[in-house]
């Protein structure tokens, strides 16, 4: 059986116009249909990456024709343009020599190279070279925006940071024309709430304690909503909250953080606004670049945190980083996903050092909300877990007495593709069904 052929696609970002990827696909379907008939056009399969970037070939589409053409189910793949592929030398280098390897040849449509010849294997080197030198060039053309508007000092939008409003501001240019921007404005109370999130966290050492204590004292996010550990470590670790004052200089300095603002610009007074702290790519949680790559400069808004306490705070950060936060889990719980608290909140099993009479050890389900307050927004019982997931493993083997059999695995997953919800009230829980979608009598006493 002969080979199919693969069309690949990719673009930055999501637009129906130009070189879209559903624009690059026809064009890619044309030529197969000129080249190689209109039974290879049968035989075509598409992959797609749309809003990812040529810097690396981590996308899903890459990987899963690749994953396609190591089993050799394509003879060659198609492409519009050269950088959809790649826009880096060395990646794009390693994967023309897989491809040969796998006598899978590469075509580029725009560009007319075909890997099948030698001339079209070198000309396709050299056009790689400037496609990695284009991206190099755009991203110092980025870079040195950074260092643009870092000289500002101003924000530049979205959500603004917990103690602070972002109001315009109407500036005159030395060219006598009126330029708009934003900056951020301190919200005293606000501003007093954040003060004391950092006092807390030095005190306890611990944003879980620091979690618990905001919650048993009603305090709240600008939301309305309850503090988490991620909200907290957020603020406690953004550095616009940082006084522009000697001890912030000398900490960026050390970290090799490039200055846009000179020293006699750190007066105690200002806060810090920093760029290029952050990597999003679709698809990946954000990624925090390391100090040196930061561009820092004091901002035109009031800080609030003095240099040493910020930095005592990410010291503090940084040896609890080891100590990542987790919840011992049972093996052997069922019901975790679709177990809820009356209270609405998730429960998650937690082991005890107690044995039942089998020598399993006991586990229990606790309420989430209960757990993160130290009881101050929830108070409701624990499950016992081994005594309620028995209870109902018996009530769905009334339907279907071969669950007896099952291993724990077949076990959880019935349990996922017939339960919708259980609610546990503190003393019993009841059982809402997929099909039914409607509360079920409860089972017996779990206490």
Known sequence: MERGIAIYSRKSRFTGKGESVG???ELCREYIRLHYGEKALGETDIYEDEGFSGGNLNRPGFLAMMEAVRKRKCRAIVVYRLDRISRNIGDFAGLIEELSRLDTAFISIREQFDTATPLGRAMMYIASVFSQLERETIAERIRDNMHELARSGRWLGGMTPTGYASEAVTTLSLDGKQRKSCRLKLIPQEAELVRQIYERYLY?????????DLMEKGMQTKNGGAFTRFSIKAILQN?????????????FTKAGTELSSPKEKFDGCHGMMVYNRTRQEKGKKTKFLPM??????????????????WISVQETLERNASKAYGRPRSNEALLTGV??????????????ERKDAQGKRVYTYICSLKERSRKACCDRKNAMGNRLDLEIMETLQKNDPGVAGFSLEEKRKLVREQIRRVEWDGASARILYREEEEKMPSCEDSK
């Open 23 to 25: 624009n690059q696909i």
């Open 204 to 212: 306890f050492g611990s944003l879980a304690q620091t979690e618990a």
């Open 239 to 251: 550095p616009v909250y940082l006084i522009a004052d000697s001890a912030a200089w000398d900490y």
């Open 292 to 309: 040196k790559e930061w561009i820092a400069a004091v901002g035109s808004h009031t800080g609030m945190i003095p240099g040493s306490i």
């Open 339 to 352: 177990l809820f608290c009356s209270c609405g909140n998730r429960m998650y099993p937690k082991l005890t």
